[in-house]
């Protein structure tokens, strides 16, 4: 689903070029769940920006779900990305004025849902998540892990193949953030695949596969034997 081959990125840091992730290559496949872990500055972020379509490498080629990343215009991107990605971030990234079910509706407004099916939708996903008693709520009425449930119902409105999360635990106390992690298996156990960013091996360890990140090169990739529902 997703190959990554021979990626590089560099940014230019007044009059020095870093080189952010060197020579890439990196194949998920559908249905896997991947921790990336790595140091500060090591690439992690860059990366996740180019699988999620949000920058693209200088040199190498990614394809995702048959489609060739780098050849496409801004506008193209933009619609492979609302369709395919789900974000969530540490620091959840909700609309604090908006109900949470507004919250979960807002990413549909661009489909081709109707209000009526937006709204019902927005529902689903937020019984499925827990939290379908609280629609009316807004994020500040919310603990830190029920705004993250939000953040992921958010992030699966528009029923995309990958949900990309950085630091999704990094703001949660440790009983939210192993709540968070039993979420993500439930959702890669029924077909989604899902890659994240952390620091905590505690964390990482949910994910089937660990890849660890140094100084802009991938240093250990290793698949745990008891893979799900991969292929
Ligand atoms: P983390 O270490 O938690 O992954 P970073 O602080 O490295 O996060 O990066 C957060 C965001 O800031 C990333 O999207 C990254 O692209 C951007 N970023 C990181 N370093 C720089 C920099 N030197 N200048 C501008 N943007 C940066
Ligand atoms: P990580 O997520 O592992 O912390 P990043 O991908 O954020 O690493 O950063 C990798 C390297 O690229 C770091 O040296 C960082 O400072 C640099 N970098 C990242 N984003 C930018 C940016 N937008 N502008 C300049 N430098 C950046």
């Keep these: 689903m997703i190959t990554l081959t021979d990626i590089s990125k560099l940014y230019q840091n007044g009059a020095v070029e870093v080189t952010a992730i060197k020579q890439i290559s990196l194949n998920i ?77 807002l990413p549909m407004i661009y489909g081709l ?14 019984d499925k998540v ?16 029920q ?15 990958i949900l990309l999360a950085d630091e999704p635990t990094g703001n949660l106390d440790t009983a939210s953030a192993a709540d968070i992690m039993h979420l993500f298996s439930q959702l890669n156990e029924e077909g989604t695949t899902v890659i994240l960013v952390t620091h905590d091996p505690q964390i990482a360890d949910y994910g089937t596969r660990i890849v660890l990140f140094g100084d802009g090169e991938i240093r250990s990739d290793v698949r745990k034997t008891h893979d799900r529902n991969v292929g």
Excluded: H
């Design 29 to 105: 496949k559908k249905g896997e769940f991947v921790s990336i872990m790595g140091p500060s500055g090591s690439g992690k972020s860059t990366l996740m920006n180019i699988i999620g379509c949000l920058d693209t490498q200088d040199s190498g080629s990614y394809e995702l779900d048959g489609i060739q990343i780098e050849s496409l215009q801004e506008k193209e991107l933009d619609r492979v990305r609302n369709q395919k990605i789900g974000f969530i971030f540490q620091s959840f990234n909700l609309l604090p004025k908006q109900t949470i079910l507004r919250n979960v509706e």
């Design 113 to 126: 849902y109707s209000r009526k099916e937006r709204v019902e939708r927005a529902q689903l996903l937020l």
């Design 130 to 145: 827990g939290l379908g008693d609280r629609i009316k709520n807004r994020p500040n009425e919310l603990s830190g892990g």
């Design 147 to 161: 705004r993250q449930r939000v953040a992921i119902a958010r992030a699966l409105a528009m029923n995309p193949s």
